[in-house]
Each structure stands twice: as structure tokens, then as C-alpha cells.
């Protein structure tokens, strides 16, 4: 149980294009679903809380209008990279809400993306 | 200061042995601790959940969480080369804090 898919895996894009990955709670309904930044050889890095059906809350520094993520169900949150740029290039990783039971996250397997 | 200190390593082993891993935190009002594994270009996996003190055991890994200290600890008995990855603890609660990750290499 606490499967979480993240799709695309990769993803190379042109400078300037948008980019949209998906994250999937695949055996449990999750209300909260949170996306993270790692770069190499570093810890994860949250970028923004999402919540179902509401708007999402942002860790300081990170730019709403560049990373926009939308929770429209219970197993779905999308993160779009508008405008990517070659700083953009990073290992993005999602992950869910145990539920009300734990505490715990769940994470997907990861989404790296290059810029060029 | 940071909330959550670990040692980056890496910390390197031969088979078998039995391996320690430490974070230490300063915010007493986290009250829920992880111990996540994550192998090279994957997402993290959550390997040990603990809510009290105490010792937790799953097999051959063993959680310590020491709340007077702020220190937790994660023991892997008889390691194995496919422990090799980086080992992050996590506390808090509804947002995690985690710690900058130990790397673990166990040498057949």
C-alpha cells in the first residue's frame, strides 16, 4: 500500500517551454500532497504545499507564478514549470499524506528534469 | 543553527557490521520521526516511523528517538551492500524538517 507514481520520470525540454509532472496517490485518497526540490548531493528542499480543491501554499523564496500546482482530486497534484530555464534543471519529487493515522509522507520516485 | 543537523558522511562499512545513523534537532515541539532510505535517482522510501521515546525494531533496522536529548538515531544490524544508498531522517509534523542526508556505502 502507499504507492505513489510521478509521471514523467524525465523530461528535456527547450528553454522557455512549460513543463507539467504529475503526481498520483495510486492506493490512497491524500488531502495533502507536498513538492520538493533536490539537487545533487543535497536534502530535499520544500517548495509548496498542496491541499484538495484549495490553492496551494508556497515556501518563502519560491515563485508562485514559475511553479504552479494544482491538487484538482484526492489522488492528483500537477506542478507546472512555466518558462523553464536551464536554473530549473533539478531532481523534483512529490509525496502525500499518509492520512489522519500518521504523520508520514509517502514519496514518488522522483521526476528529473533538464533544461537546455 | 539548523533545525535538523546529520552528518553527511559518507560513512563506509564492510558487510555485515552494524551501522549507526544520528540526527540531532533543536525544536522540542516536533513529535513525529522518520528515517527515510533513498538510493541514487530515486525517490525517498520510508524505512522507520516513531512518534514516542523509545526503541522501534523492523527487522534488521532499529529506531532509537531520545525527546530530552533531541537525538535520534537509526541502527542497521548485519549490513548489506544493497543498503548502500543515502539514509535522511525527518521529524515535525505536518511539514517535515529533514535532515541533509548520510551516505552509506557497505563494501562487500
Known amino acids: 500500500g502507499a504507492v505513489v507514481s510521478q509521471h514523467p520520470s524525465r523530461v528535456i525540454c527547450k528553454s522557455g517551454t512549460s513543463v507539467k509532472i504529475e503526481c498520483r496517490s495510486l492506493?490512497?485518497?491524500?488531502?495533502?500532497m507536498f513538492w520538493y526540490r533536490q539537487f545533487p548531493k543535497k536534502s530535499l528542499m520544500l517548495m509548496a504545499t498542496s491541499n484538495e480543491g484549495s490553492k496551494a501554499t508556497y515556501e518563502q523564496g519560491v515563485e508562485k507564478d514559475k511553479f504552479l500546482i494544482n491538487h484538482a482530486s484526492l489522488t492528483l497534484s500537477t506542478l507546472t514549470v512555466t518558462s523553464a530555464h536551464p536554473e530549473d534543471s533539478s531532481f523534483y519529487i512529490c509525496?502525500?499524506?499518509?492520512?489522519?493515522?500518521?504523520?508520514?509522507?509517502?514519496f514518488g520516485p522522483g521526476t528529473r528534469l533538464l533544461v537546455l | 543553527q539548523k533545525e535538523v543537523e546529520q552528518d553527511p558522511g559518507p560513512l563506509s562499512v564492510p558487510e555485515g557490521a552494524i551501522v549507526s545513523l544520528n540526527c540531532t534537532y533543536s525544536?522540542?515541539?516536533?513529535?513525529?520521526f522518520m528515517w527515510y532510505r533513498q538510493y541514487s535517482r530515486k525517490g525517498p522510501e520510508l524505512l522507520m516511523y516513531?512518534?514516542?521515546?523509545g526503541n522501534k525494531e523492523d527487522g534488521r533496522f532499529t529506531a532509537q528517538v531520545d525527546k530530552s536529548s533531541k537525538y535520534i538515531s537509526l541502527f542497521i544490524r548485519d549490513s548489506q551492500p544493497s543498503d548502500s544508498a543515502t539514509y535522511l531522517c525527518?521529524?515535525?509534523?505536518?511539514?517535515?524538517?529533514f535532515g541533509a542526508g548520510t551516505i552509506l556505502r557497505v563494501k562487500s
Open positions: 525544536n522540542s515541539a516536533f513529535q513525529y
Open positions: 516513531t512518534y514516542s521515546s
Open positions: 525527518a521529524m515535525g509534523g505536518n511539514k517535515l524538517v
Open positions: 509525496s502525500a499524506d499518509g492520512g489522519s493515522q500518521t504523520e508520514t509522507q509517502y
Open positions: 492506493d490512497f485518497q491524500a488531502t495533502t
